[in-house]
């Protein structure tokens, strides 16, 4: 594993993408702190609120590669015969990953202590500046591991680059968006239902075993109808509810209301770790498929 | 040692490895010979672990592939068909990252690598970014990353593909000195190469394994009948009377020329028995003089020719048209 974090940190920073990434974040966050406490503003927590917009882009530029480009390269080959296990492999990868995003971070939280060095007037409350910075660095940590998995997907680095920033995009406006969905039951209903049928149809595409598929989906249907008929009241919103929960960025925003919230934390966590299993299925698939 | 039983792997509906089954054994070179598309890269990849079957077990010195894979992928060295290189990197930092990912200990590293190195020639380009290397040279180092840890079973598919003619003929002797205390198997298209490397040949067609055993086996297993051409100076009815009472020899063409020379087909039904002898005695009892005496037999060519063509065919049919074709094989020239 050592091994892999190694090589994969030494293509990020021998290869421009680590660079740029940190050249990336640290210029917009000067231009946030700059920007910010010129006005006045003595909260370094707004800074980092708007630095999450950054990650829009420099999510998709740090990740693109990390398996597209093994893939495309047919280097991938050397990764499956290695005496590692895959979750090794993947883990390597993003730790790595993760230790890039995390440095211009680890950087932009010096800028506090420089401001309130140079301030004349009002310091930062450096207890929820750096509150805010971790939960930042879990927020940058949730996404890479969703940026890993949808490299992991793609053998073309363009596409892997596009597909991320497109989600990112869709996460930035998650709850905007939710907003759209309506309160009724039975909406709710038919929205599970769909979303039920999707999930058969990958079902049948990974799994290339149509009867199964068939049948899981419809016990699941049947089971949201025997749900339905129930607890008929409790589905009013519900799908609004479970979409909302996967509202990544808009965690963030109670560390930006002064607020350490650990469930948040605990959150972040949850979404890596589920991104990097994703990872790691996706990674194995390609052991069974060709 | 690795044993192979009853691989089975289905793309969809397509098959394309077979019920295939066989052992390899340390110390010897094992060749996969089949056409493109025959399932040579696909069994290549399940026996490495880089692909799961759909049945049938791998074992690599006793340890199962898929179920123990970290102890059974430990003990195999794998050069796939494109070498799978990071190409920002210099040889060694590549050679480096793959011994430490193989788990080769801290303290055997910097001499693993120097090894490796050696065997393969490139410790002159250690140094240099594998991007800026030639094919050939990336070839070894591929070669050198799958020798890293010292595997006891090698795995290289098409390793001579994209060298020329100079560095075919190094790579071929490495192969060969690897084969001595390792089971290397490499794969091929090109039949002079697996004979001049390969102790056994696996010809697979379609999947299957059509055949093996070494090379001399396969010649004689599917040569038929023997041909000796043979050219006097004599007549053909004085040929024909010196021959026809050799014990073994079956059915005679002769071809006379103007210049008083006599081109023979001699047919021999017994392949064991010294016809190069008899042949060559009868004929200098009779005081006639022999200009040519050569000895045709099918050639690893031949066989798979006849393998490979369509598996209904029976094999005698191809017989006519493949006498023909080049690559034959002279024993003895007179």
């Known amino acids: 594993m050592r091994a892999i974090f190694e090589r994969e940190l030494d293509s990020l920073m021998n290869g421009l993408t680590g660079y740029v990434y940190g050249a990336l974040m640290l210029l917009f966050g000067g231009i946030y702190v700059m920007a910010y406490h010129l006005e006045g503003s003595i909260d370094f927590t707004y800074v980092l609120f708007s630095m999450t917009f950054i990650f829009l882009i420099g999510i998709p530029l740090l990740t693109m590669r990390s398996v597209a480009e093994e893939r495309h390269q047919k280097t991938d080959q050397l990764l499956y015969s290695l005496p590692l296990s895959m979750t090794r492999i993947v883990l390597g990868k993003y730790l790595a990953l993760a230790l890039v995003m995390a440095i211009p971070g680890l950087i932009l939280g010096l800028y506090p202590l420089v401001v309130n060095a140079l301030a004349e007037s009002g310091a930062i409350p450096l207890k929820s500046a750096y509150g805010a910075l971790i939960g930042f660095l879990f927020l940058g940590m949730a996404l890479t591991a969703i940026g890993l998995f949808i490299s992991s997907l793609m053998d073309n680095v363009g596409l892997a680059a596009g597909a991320c920033f497109m989600v990112m995009l869709l996460l930035y406006f998650w709850t905007p968006l939710t907003g759209y969905i309506s309160d009724s039951p039975a909406a709710s209903l038919i929205a599970f239902g769909a979303a039920a049928a999707v999930f058969g149809i990958i079902l049948w595409r990974l799994t290339r075993n149509g009867g199964f598929a068939l049948v899981f989906t419809a016990v699941l249907e049947a089971a949201l109808g025997v749900c339905f008929a129930l607890w008929r009241t409790r589905f009013g919103g519900l799908f609004a509810e479970v979409v909302g929960k996967l509202a990544v960025f808009d965690r963030f925003d109670s560390f930006s209301y002064d607020i350490f919230d650990l469930r948040s934390i605990v959150y972040y966590i949850s979404v890596t770790a589920v991104f990097l299993f994703l990872t790691v299925q996706s990674m194995e698939r390609r052991r069974w498929a060709a | 040692m690795i044993q192979v039983s009853h691989l089975t792997k289905r793309y969809g509906d397509r098959t394309a490895v077979e019920d295939l089954t066989f052992t ?12 493109n598309g025959a399932g040579k890269t696909t069994t290549m990849n399940i026996l490495t672990g880089c692909l799961a079957a759909t049945a049938g077990q791998v074992t690599i010195d006793g340890f199962d592939i898929f179920d123990q894979p970290a102890q059974a992928k430990a003990r195999v060295g794998y050069l796939p068909e494109q070498p799978p290189l990071y190409t920002g990197m210099t040889v060694r930092e590549y050679l480096s990252f793959v011994a430490r990912a193989k788990g080769v200990k801290v303290a055997a590293l910097d001499q693993d690598l120097e090894r490796v190195m050696t065997v393969t020639g490139v410790t002159d380009v250690a140094e240099r970014l594998i991007r800026n290397l030639s094919k050939g040279y990336r070839q070894r180092v591929g070669i050198a990353q799958a020798l890293l840890g010292d595997p006891s079973v090698i795995i290289l598919d098409e390793p001579t593909v994209g060298l020329d003619p100079l560095q075919i003929v190094e790579i071929r002797e490495l192969i060969r000195s690897l084969g001595k205390d390792r089971t290397v198997i490499l794969s091929s298209h090109i039949l002079s190469e697996v004979q001049a490397v390969c102790d056994r040949v696996l010809m697979i067609h379609r999947g299957r394994l ?38 073994g020899v079956g059915e005679i063409l002769t071809r006379p020329d103007d210049a008083g020379r006599c081109a023979l087909e001699v047919s021999v039904t017994d392949p064991a028995g010294d016809m190069d002898e008899k042949l060559s005695f009868a004929l200098s009892d009779k005081r006639i003089p022999v200009l040519r005496l050569e000895r045709e037999q099918a050639s690893l060519e031949d066989v798979f020719l006849a393998l490979t063509k369509d598996a209904g065919e029976q094999p005698e049919s191809g017989k006519k048209k493949r006498r023909w074709r080049g690559g034959r094989r002279h024993e003895s020239d007179l």
């Open chain 2, 24 to 35: 390899a054994e340390s110390g010897l070179v094992y060749g996969f010979l089949g056409p």
């Open chain 2, 210 to 247: 059509v055949a093996s055993g070494t090379p001399a086996e396969l010649e004689s297993q599917f040569a038929g009948k023997i041909t000796y051409r043979v050219t006097v100076k004599a007549g053909p009815l004085e040929v024909r009377e010196a021959l026809e009472t050799v014990p």
